[in-house]
């Protein structure tokens, strides 16, 4: 059985302040919720008002993005040490703004990841095709590509921490949810790349999130799949009451 990790990604929302009023309304509405693992990401300036806010919760804090070097001359970046000193556990790679947005590639996600498991954090690689990609039959490739070049030259014992988030671009901020069968049948398809890179048992150890619209009224059906094992949540995770009523599906 895989646990179920529900995952906020709080994208450039939310100041400290507004980071400890989340957490003094959502701590009292999860307390005692073991089923699902939860992980708060805010942007970096949040991360220390986070991590205290949680302190003595099950709730694990986590950073939007890293970068590989350890540290040296790289204004604006962090690294996952310094991630893991501030009490961050998690970081999210790859996540498809950045892709669009800040020129990630495929293979800075490599590099990510492998700096991140290299220092003991638990990776959250997001992978997804866009809409253009969807309409001309190229979901798969992409997911393939994505996924190989991701885990180029990582052994699955470094591995072992690894998460992936399906996230298709086209269901990003839209409304539009991919349906619990298209999501699960991309999460098959990155199960069956993650074995050929780590193993059969890596792979369905693996957990595999999906990412893109989901709210209250969608997770149920989604997490009721059996290939989904979890999500990742952005605007519906900036509201306590509708992040509980998603962990809570
Ligand atoms: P929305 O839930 O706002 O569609 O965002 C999904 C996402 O990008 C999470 O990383």
């Known amino acids: 059985m895989r646990k179920k990790l529900i995952a906020a990604n709080w994208k450039m929302y939310k100041n400290p302040e507004q980071t400890r009023e ?9 307390a005692g919720h073991t089923r699902d693992e939860i992980v ?9 008002a986070a991590v205290e806010a949680a302190k003595g919760s099950s709730i694990a804090i986590g950073g939007q993005d890293v970068y590989w070097k350890e540290e040296g001359a790289f204004t604006g970046e962090i690294s996952s040490s310094m991630l893991l000193a501030a009490g961050a556990t998690h970081v999210i790679i790859g996540h498809s703004e950045r892709r669009q947005y800040f020129a990630e590639t495929d293979d800075t996600v490599n590099l990510k990841l492998k700096a991140a498991l290299e220092a003991g954090l638990t990776p959250i690689v997001c992978v997804g095709e ?3 990609e969807r309409e001309a039959n190229l979901t798969e490739d992409v997911l393939r590509r994505q996924c190989l070049r ?3 030259a990582i052994s699955g014992k470094k591995a072992a921490k690894l998460v992936i988030a399906y996230e298709p671009v086209w269901a990003i901020g839209t409304g539009k949810t991919a349906t619990p069968q298209m999501a699960a049948d991309a999460h098959e398809l990155i199960r069956s790349e993650a074995a050929k890179a ?3 048992e890596f792979a369905a150890q693996l957990r595999i999130l999906y990412g893109g619209s989901v ?3 969608n997770a149920k059906a989604l997490m009721a799949e059996e290939q989904i ?3 990742l949540v952005g605007g519906a995770s900036l509201d306590a009451k509708s992040f509980t009523a998603i962990v809570q599906y």
Do not use: I, R, S, T
């Open 22 to 30: 989340f957490f003094a309304a959502f701590l009292p509405l999860v």
């Open 40 to 48: 708060v990401c805010p942007p970096f300036v949040d991360l220390y």
């Open 150 to 152: 991701a885990f180029h």
């Open 229 to 231: 094992d979890g999500a």
């Open 198 to 200: 780590f193993g059969d």
């Open 215 to 217: 709210k209250p009224e």
């Open 130 to 132: 866009v809409l253009e």
